[in-house]
């Protein structure tokens, strides 16, 4: 049951580009909630499975010995949501706004900038391998709703 939970699934078992696959099969539930849910509740969902995570994962790095396995992506969705949340999405805006939160969030999760990339290296254990992927959905979701309103004002 854990590692259904870990891997979203079982999606960070994809033999290629793991946390793609799990961002992007969290995208997916997080749409899909949000057709039933406010966002809101998308939001304070993403920190409860954090908070359920965060747990989990340590358990799993003492039994395996690994930290951050590639195969844990339960950290993707946690940060997708946190993204999505923040974004600004709407029923009106909710394709364009699901794709630029997606983007943005792994942009900012492979690139590690500044803060984002001093939490994966420093920090162990399940706040570790959490901690990139909330402050990298954070900034994707503020630059997600920047570039909309940029898109809004000068494109659309």
């Given at each position: 049951m854990?590692?259904?939970f870990l891997t979203v699934f079982y999606s960070g078992l994809s033999p290629k580009a793991p946390g793609t696959?799990?961002?992007f099969l969290s995208l997916i539930f997080g749409l899909a909630l949000l057709q039933y849910i406010h966002v809101s509740t998308l939001f304070l969902l993403a920190?409860?499975?954090t908070?359920?995570?965060v747990k989990q994962i340590d358990i799993y790095e003492k039994e395996v010995g690994?930290?951050?396995s590639k195969e844990i992506?339960?950290?993707e969705l946690a940060g997708m949501w946190i993204a999505l949340s923040i974004s600004g999405i709407t029923q009106e805006n909710f394709i364009i706004m699901g794709i630029l939160a997606?983007?943005?969030f792994?942009?900012?999760d492979i690139w590690k900038p500044s803060i984002i990339g001093k939490i994966d290296e420093k920090v162990s254990g399940g706040w570790g391998v959490m901690g990139d992927d909330i402050v990298a959905g954070i900034a994707g979701g503020i630059a997600a709703a920047g570039t909309y309103e940029l898109l809004v004002r000068f494109v659309l």
């Open positions: 854990r590692k259904l696959v799990g961002s920190f409860l499975v908070a359920i995570a690994e930290h951050d992506v339960i950290d997606f983007v943005f792994r942009l900012f």
